[in-house]
Each structure stands twice: as C-alpha cells, then as structure tokens.
C-alpha cells in the first residue's frame, strides 16, 4: 500500500501495521505534531505517541487490534475524519486481556502522502 492512496486504504494500513507491531513502521504514519487521546492519558507530539504505542506492544503479547463499524464524518483530498469501535485482545502477564471502544481519527494529506494527525480512543 502506498501511503499516497486513499484515505480509506490508509486506515486499513494502519490498521494492519498495528496488528504487526513493528513499532518503526507504525511510526511512519504518524504526523510530528499528531496528537492521541488514549483513556489513560494525552500524548502530544510523535515521540511521546510512539512510546505510550511501544509500551503497549511491549506489554499486550500475541495482541489483535480490530477497526470496525466505520464511518466516515468527512472525506477530502487532503483531510479526512473517520469514528468507529475498536476492540483489542491478547496476553498480559500471560493472562488473557482484551478491550473495546469508540474511536476517532483525523488524517491529513501532506507532501502528498496520508498521516495520522489525531487519535481519541474512549472506553
């Protein structure tokens, strides 16, 4: 996938590049001035985002991350905003975990590839 292609296609990426835990190539989709509301906590800026992200991939083994129910507030050819639920299961301290919520997500088009500029998870 091309992170020039639709906006569409670049949530399924993100999507995909979660489930992957490759905390390098996640990263490559995320905007230096992103911002994420997670329910634990605000993060501000790629760095602090990419280390509350790798902190869950060290800490959720074997995890499964879905996007589902999609719907799309607001689609352009540089911004979109997508709202949907998420639900995540896996291993922690070897014991089964899992969890779910609502999302929101703004992408933005810039230098002519898609970025994440905001994430708002809630329970």
């Not at 020039?4 to 490559?28: G, P, V």
């Not at 639920?85 to 992408?107: E, K």
Request: charged share 25%; no cysteine; net charge negative.
């Amino acid at each position: 996938m091309s992170l020039t292609d639709d906006a569409t296609s670049f949530l399924a990426e993100y999507e995909r590049r979660t489930n992957a835990h490759d905390i390098d190539a996640w990263s490559e989709l995320i905007a230096g001035d992103a911002t994420y509301w997670f329910t634990n906590g605000t993060h501000v800026g790629k760095r602090a985002i990419v280390d509350a992200v790798a902190y869950n991939f060290r800490v959720i083994e074997d995890e499964t991350y879905r996007i589902s129910d999609v719907e799309w507030v607001h689609r352009a050819d540089d911004i979109a905003v997508v709202r949907y639920r998420f639900s995540w299961a896996g291993l922690q301290d070897g014991q089964p975990a899992s969890g779910s919520g609502r999302g929101t997500n703004v992408m933005s088009r810039r230098d002519g590839r898609w970025q994440m500029t905001h994430e708002h998870l809630s329970a």
